[in-house]
């Protein structure tokens, strides 16, 4: 950890925005394409899976070609540092994978500073629980849920692959997720401390950084495992995120974990909907998808 470094040094590591120039036009590139796939996909969209007011999801089925069988179910967590975006500037992502035979979930949560990361992460065990009860009634299979989530989401999929499930509800079998993807993951919540721009809305302290942090977890039960991945080009600071969590989970819980080249902290999101993607492809073992490339 190199909290002996100055702000400064932080706030450059982890302001994505400012690192990558194009960033708004990439994230209006998301919307576009997102919103054209609503358009023609079979999906539900705002299905409400809690309470609160963020708390729906929106539910993509599987291309029509793989009627009649039970489809593995993705579940994907949005990132934007738990205070920004939303389930529907990620849609683009899931004809990816509807094209290929999953079930494709993308729950919303509540923003800080409204409610607490704590809280967040609750919500979201809803939203997996919801997937698991109601899987079957779109065509996918609950006994083989993947979480996959971007920077703040792969915080989130990594927290949700070591939850007791049996705590969010009695009908849950204890092994709920089948495995997880971290894509850019925030895995060590402590740097974040320092970084002024994040600080007011996330308020973290001492004891939230050790509730919240994933590396600070004991890893998955086995046989369930987490593949870590981050853009090469992506910050110093997100590189060692990303390493930190197969560093202490070791590489039995994390027996993925990669750079990919040319890929920033936008891009990453490219290389997973491209079928000849590296993240794509880990993804689609994963899912236990038939086919899979060379790169595997």
Known sequence: ????????????????????????????????????????????????????PQQTLDVFAPDAAFAGGFAPVLVFIHGGYWRALDKSDYSFLAASFTDEGALVILPNHDLCPDVSIDRIATQLTEAVAWAWRHAAEHGGDPSRIILVGHSAGGHLAAMLSCCDWKRVGRDLPRRLVQGAMSVSGLHDLAPLRQVSFLQPDLRLDAGSVRRLSPCRFPPPAAPQTLYAVVGQQESEEYRRQNRLIQEAWGARAVPVCEELPGCNHFTVMHDLADPEGRSHQLLRRLLGLRWYSGLL
């Open 1 to 52: 950890m190199r909290l002996n470094k100055p702000t400064a040094w932080f706030e450059v590591q982890y302001n994505n925005r400012q690192r990558v120039p194009d960033s708004a036009d990439v994230l209006a590139r998301w919307a576009e394409a997102s919103a054209l796939v609503r358009r023609r996909a079979d999906c539900r969209l705002d299905l409400r899976y809690g309470a609160a």
